[in-house]
């Protein structure tokens, strides 16, 4: 009799402590499953968020890294950078350029021994793969009496004065000045937002192109532009400049 208390006994025990045991597996279990779930969750809410961040402002780089824009044509490469002291004008080309809104699209206004001009989404040969609404009308003036138009000035296109008081810029076109003497007569007139570093060269090219009576070149000549993070330190070095100059 007393044997059979015992072993019954020693049974319920054993069942209590095999649920125990097992009930501490199933609520470590839930606990990783819930943590497997909340990473899933949170994995979900950043691949429909990132699409929508894309079209999002570029924050300006930090104090040692610039964005170096490369400007890809038929006749070579234009290389430049763009002023931190105008930071919408440099924010939204970077936004654009990124998203390929300058892909495809060709040198719209070409007057020789003045200025190349580009940045009119509506050239393009290529069916566009961004969304629209990434480019505004136009962005306010960031003019700035420190920032001449020499030589390889990057300057931001503009509706006149008449039609356009504020001297907003447009949203996507811009020029770069070919004259070797610059253009100072559009000094504190329009937002210049960028210097060309390299390929000074190939800017002279396009502008020597033949065009209509519109300034269009006769045979179109379109671009490619390419964003790229480096060092501050390597642009100087490169190609000797000095951002202490602008």
Known sequence: MRASICGTLASFLSATIIGMIMGEKIEI???ITLCIMKKITLLLITLLVLPFASNATEPLPDSIHDYLITIETEY?????ILFDDAPEHKNNFIKLAKAGVYDNIIFHRVI???MIQTGDQTTSNKERDY??????ETIPAEINEDYKHIYGAVGAAREGDN??????SSGTQFYI????NGAPHLNGEYTVFGQVMSGLSVVDSVAAKPTNDKDKPEQDIRMNVQVEEVKRSNIEKFYN????DY
Do not use: C, L, Q, W
Request: charged letters at 30%; glycine letters at 6%; a negative charge.
């Open 29 to 31: 279990i839930k606990s």
């Open 76 to 80: 070579g490469d234009i290389k430049m």
């Open 112 to 114: 020789d021994n003045f």
């Open 131 to 136: 969304d629209e609404n990434i480019i505004p």
């Open 163 to 168: 039609a356009n008081p504020e001297r907003r």
């Open 177 to 180: 000045v070919e004259n070797h």
């Open 241 to 244: 400049f000095n951002y202490g």
